[in-house]
T-cell receptor, first 116, second 114 residues
Framework: AQSVAQPEDQVNVAEGNPLTVKCTYSVSGNPYLFWYVQYPNRGLQFLLKYITGDNLVKGSYGFEAEFNKSQTSFHLKKPSALVSDSALYFCAVRAPMYSSASKIIFGSGTRLSIRP | DAGVTQSPTHLIKTRGQQVTLRCSPKSGHDTVSWYQQALGQGPQFIFQYYEEEERQRGNFPDRFSGHQFPNYSSELNVNALLLGDSALYLC?????????????FGPGTRLTVT
C-alpha cells in the first residue's frame, strides 16, 4: 500500500533563510509525487509535481523539490523564505494506476512558520 | 476561467441527519474527487467520479455516496451523520485527457455535526 510521511509537524525559519520541509514515501512502482500548500480557510493549492525526468523539480512561488529514489524522499525546499510562505504544506503520492489523476494519498501536513 | 466551486461554505447538522454537498469542477475538467480533511490532518480520499461513475473509493463506509452529472458537476451525500463526520470536505477536479495528475481543489465545505 502506498503511504507518505511528513516527520515534522512544524518547521520554523527566519525570513531570508533557506527552508526544507521533509517528506518520505512508500509506493509500488515509480511514484507520482506532489506538494500542495493550504492557507487558512482555503483549499489546497498545487505547488509542484514529480513524475519522471530531472530529480530537481521547480514549482510555484520559488519552491523546488528534490526526488531521491534511494532514500524514497521528496523534500520541499526554498532558498530564501518569505513571511508569506507561512502555511500548511502537504506532500502527496500516487501510484500510476491510471492515465490521469486518481487516488492521491496525503501526508499529515507540516506547518511552516516564517518569522520576520 | 472559474476554478472549482463548492457549496455551501459552511453547514451545521445534527447527528442522524443527511447532508448533500455540491461541487462544480474547473472548466474543461471531467473528473471529480472528494476528500475529507479532519482538523489537524491531511485530506483523506473518499471517492472519484468520471463519466458519471465511481471509479475509485477510499476507506469510507457506504453512508458516503456520490453522484456525477452530465455537466461533470458532482454531489457528495452523507447519511446518518456521526459526530466524527465533522470535517472540511474538499472537492478536486482534473482532466482525464489533459495534463496528468494536477488536481485543482475547491475552497471546501466545513461540516459541523452536533
Amino acid at each position: 500500500a502506498q503511504s507518505v510521511a511528513q516527520p515534522e509537524d512544524q518547521v520554523n525559519v527566519a525570513e531570508g533563510n533557506p527552508l526544507t520541509v521533509k517528506c518520505t514515501y512508500s509506493v509500488s512502482g515509480n511514484p507520482y509525487l506532489f506538494w500542495y500548500v493550504q492557507y487558512p480557510n482555503r483549499g489546497l493549492q498545487f505547488l509542484l509535481k514529480y513524475i519522471t525526468g530531472d530529480n530537481l523539480v521547480k514549482g510555484s512561488y520559488g519552491f523546488e523539490a528534490e526526488f531521491n529514489k534511494s532514500q524514497t524522499s521528496f523534500h520541499l525546499k526554498k532558498p530564501s523564505a518569505l513571511v508569506s510562505d507561512s502555511a500548511l504544506y502537504f506532500c502527496a503520492v500516487r501510484a500510476p494506476m491510471y492515465s490521469s489523476a486518481s487516488k492521491i494519498i496525503f501526508g499529515s501536513g507540516t506547518r511552516l512558520s516564517i518569522r520576520p | 476561467d472559474a476554478g472549482v466551486t463548492q457549496s455551501p461554505t459552511h453547514l451545521i447538522k445534527t447527528r442522524g441527519q443527511q447532508v448533500t454537498l455540491r461541487c462544480s469542477p474547473k472548466s474543461g475538467h471531467d473528473t471529480v474527487s472528494w476528500y475529507q480533511q479532519a482538523l489537524g490532518q491531511g485530506p483523506q480520499f473518499i471517492f472519484q467520479y468520471y463519466e458519471e461513475e465511481e471509479r475509485q473509493r477510499g476507506n469510507f463506509p457506504d453512508r458516503f455516496s456520490g453522484h456525477q452529472f452530465p455537466n461533470y458537476s458532482s454531489e457528495l451525500n452523507v447519511n446518518a451523520l456521526l459526530l466524527g463526520d465533522s470535517a472540511l470536505y474538499l472537492c478536486a477536479s482534473s482532466s482525464d485527457k489533459g495534463r496528468l495528475d494536477e488536481q485543482y481543489f475547491g475552497p471546501g465545505t466545513r461540516l459541523t455535526v452536533t
